[in-house]
């Protein structure tokens, strides 16, 4: 009995320092991917808006600088944009390639997010099935213990 109930110690500390840090980190990988699609879908109602006005030159506009903080600003040129590549690589696109860019970078990181997702289920499911194993595993310890003692008695 002494080394089993070493065994469910062994398991439940391997659900908490290994499988519970994975998942948290699959979340939060999924949070930075989400946060990133949102960039990219207010950058793809900006380019469309820009489209929409029809304005080649001189549009006032007002720019999130970070952290949702806005300041004034004055597009000069209208028909070209910088977007992020990834990382810290920027492109001076046109306004109908970054729209292109756009479409397929927010497809690409939903394609991602989706795969994250399903690996967090894959985890939640492994700490489920490793958790209520070892609870039905002592439950029949009980059992035994206690048909054995009146057994004895």
Known sequence: MGSSGC?????RKFVKERLEV????????????????????TL?????K????GVKENLETQVNIGKNIF?????????????KLGGDIFAELTLDR??????????????RASILEKEGHSIKARIHLILSSLNQL?????????????KMD
């Open 7 to 11: 065994d469910t110690e062994r398991y």
């Open 22 to 41: 994975d998942y948290e980190s699959v979340v939060k990988d999924i949070n930075v991917i989400f946060a990133e699609i949102r960039e990219y879908e």
């Open 44 to 48: 793809r109602l900006a380019i469309s």
């Open 50 to 53: 820009i489209k929409e006005t």
């Open 71 to 83: 300041c004034d600003a004055e597009i000069s040129d209208c028909q070209r944009i910088i977007v």
């Open 98 to 111: 970054a729209e292109q860019y756009v479409e397929k970078r927010i497809n690409l990181l939903n394609e």
């Open 138 to 150: 002592e439950l029949y310890k009980e059992d035994t213990d206690t048909s054995h003692q009146s």
